[in-house]
């Protein structure tokens, strides 16, 4: 699976093909929102924000947090139904990030924009590696069972 995104370091994000249909579809939504997150911050071009981008950011990142533990959660029980070896380490990264995510909506409430532009690149870090490092290596395993 290969997604051409605006807003990332180099201007393309290429995530990989994880075996499973729905968490590649999943992977692209977050993607998404790490693109607009980032079209945002860019808009603002170093300035600091109006109430209205402040607004933007706080739905934008709340809609990502309710995602990313619907995302996590539905990962998190099919590694679970299947008996996946790694399910340890996936809750592990998944823990770390919802707690970057949390860091990250409290620095928005409140009103710190100095923190933007590294969040934006602490998304882009996380999202490509855990994807195509930590959910890459469940392909497999998953190919195996049967599962598509």
């Known amino acids: 699976m290969t997604s051409r995104t605006g807003g990332s370091p180099d201007d393309t994000c290429l995530l990989k093909d994880v075996g499973v249909a729905e968490f590649n579809k999943q992977h692209l939504r977050l993607a998404s929102y790490v693109v607009e997150y980032a079209q945002v911050v860019e808009k603002l071009d170093g300035?600091?924000?109006?109430?209205?981008?402040?607004?933007?950011?706080?739905?934008?990142?709340?809609?990502?947090?309710?995602?990313?533990?619907?995302?996590?959660?539905?990962?998190e029980k099919m590694l679970t139904e299947h008996g996946y070896p790694g399910l340890e380490g996936q809750k592990k990264e998944h823990g770390k990030f919802k707690k970057q995510l949390a860091s990250f909506a409290a620095d928005i409430d409140d009103r710190n924009h100095k923190s933007l532009v590294k969040y934006s690149k602490v998304m882009w870090t996380w999202l490509f590696d855990h994807i195509n490092r930590h959910d890459f290596q469940y392909r497999d395993f998953f190919i195996e069972k049967g599962v598509r």
């Open 47 to 75: 300035g600091a924000p109006e109430v209205a981008d402040w607004r933007h950011l706080q739905a934008l990142v709340g809609r990502m947090k309710r995602f990313v533990v619907e995302h996590f959660d539905h990962e």
